[in-house]
C-alpha cells in the first residue's frame, strides 16, 4: 500500500482495459481528457451489469460499500428478496410484494 498498490494478492479478478474496449462499453471515458474515468462493475455469472460505480479521479472508491452491493446481489438471487438502503448480511429484508413489503416498512422507525 505504501507504493500505490492495493497491498497484498487479490482473491477477485482485476482487469486492464489497454484498448479501451471496457470503459467505451460501459460508457467510463472522460470525453475531454481521452481518458478512463475510476469504474467499478458487478457482473452476474452471465455477464449481466449488476451494478456500476463512477468517481472522478479526486474521488476514490469505497471497497467495504462495493461488497456490501455484491453479497446483497448474491442474496437477493439467492433468496427472492430485496435488500434496502444500507442492508448487509443478517439484517431484515423485503418481500418484493405489493402487500408482503409492508411488513418490513411496519417495523421501521421514522
Not at 9 to 35: H, M, R, S, T, W
Request: glycine share 10%; proline share 8%.
Amino acid at each position: 500500500k505504501s507504493d500505490g498498490g492495493l497491498g497484498g494478492p487479490l482473491n477477485f479478478p482485476l482487469l486492464a482495459d489497454p484498448g479501451l474496449k471496457l470503459i467505451c462499453a460501459y460508457g467510463a471515458q472522460d470525453l475531454e481528457e481521452v481518458c478512463s474515468i475510476r469504474a467499478t462493475y458487478l457482473l452476474d455469472p452471465e455477464g449481466k451489469l449488476r451494478h456500476m460505480s463512477l468517481n472522478e479521479d479526486p474521488c476514490g472508491r469505497n471497497i467495504d460499500e462495493f461488497l456490501r452491493i455484491l453479497k446483497a446481489c448474491q442474496f437477493a438471487e439467492e433468496h427472492g428478496q430485496v435488500c434496502p438502503v444500507n442492508w448487509k448480511p443478517g439484517k431484515k429484508t423485503i418481500t418484493p410484494d405489493p402487500e408482503k413489503k409492508l411488513d418490513y416498512f411496519a417495523d421501521q422507525k421514522d
